[in-house]
């Protein structure tokens, strides 16, 4: 069965870094991945989606790639605030992925940017 | 443009007891999914629906149903409650034409006693 990995423990980063998160996949070949951001008692909140054939993609402070061979994505915020901190998720489609498929999420990555 | 809109936002149910939760999706969506989230975990796929059918589900028993109605809003129903269920329930709306960010509501949260 499809299988997502995120880094369960909290990741602390001084303000101004560059965070990095992973999401580690098996027994799967998605056609996207999707990295959501949830905050305590609130819905998941949409960040990026990247497609299998495409190698990065980005948003203002947000980087995401996307490696099929090491079935990996990476998700970067880079000059890290404060207000970054959330916890991020990673989300694959449960199926063949060619529409707006249901989503199997990882566990999460609790993000905590110092001062 | 109002996004996911979910009622109640708490709810203390009974063991045994059956609960209706509901969701009205962002305009323009047409597909809603169901999550179940328990403390500490990701989002657990209940089922979706497209066009007033169930188009696809996740590994949940049959107590857990669900409905979509004409205007695209939908219910999920569980009976027969078990502690177990007492988690965060969240409704996502999309396009069901193209894979698509998910637009999330902030969720119910129930409490099974």
């Known amino acids: 069965s499809q299988k997502i990995e995120q880094n369960s423990e909290a990741l602390n980063i001084q303000e101004g870094k560059t965070a990095t998160l992973t999401c580690n996949y098996t027994?799967?070949?998605?056609?996207?991945l999707q990295w959501y951001r949830q905050d305590p008692g609130r819905g998941p909140v949409f960040l990026l989606l990247i497609r299998e054939n495409e190698k990065e993609k980005r948003k203002e402070r947000l980087k995401v790639t996307f490696d099929t061979t090491l079935k990996q994505s990476l998700f970067h915020i880079t000059a890290s605030q404060p207000a970054d901190s959330a916890t991020y998720l990673c989300?694959?489609?449960?199926?063949?992925?060619?529409?707006?498929?249901?989503?199997?999420f990882g566990k999460g990555t609790h993000l905590i940017i110092q001062p | 443009d109002a996004g996911v809109t979910q009622s109640p936002t708490h709810l203390i149910k009974t063991r045994g007891q059956q609960v209706t939760l509901r969701c009205s999706p962002k305009?323009?969506?047409?597909?809603v999914s169901w999550y179940q989230q328990a403390l500490g975990q990701g989002p657990q796929f209940i089922f979706q629906y497209y066009e007033e059918e169930e188009r696809q589900r996740g590994n949940f028993p049959d107590r857990f149903s669900g409905h979509q109605f004409p205007n695209y809003s939908s219910e999920l129903n569980v009976n027969a409650l078990l502690l177990g269920d007492s988690a965060l329930y969240l409704c996502?709306?999309?396009?069901?034409?193209?894979?698509?960010?998910?637009?999330f509501g902030s969720g119910t949260r129930l409490t099974v006693v």
């Open positions: 996502a709306s999309s396009l069901a034409v193209r894979p698509y960010g998910y637009t």
């Open positions: 989300a694959l489609p449960r199926d063949s992925g060619g529409g707006a498929d249901g989503l199997t």
């Open positions: 305009s323009g969506h047409d597909t």
């Open positions: 027994n799967y070949s998605p056609a996207y």
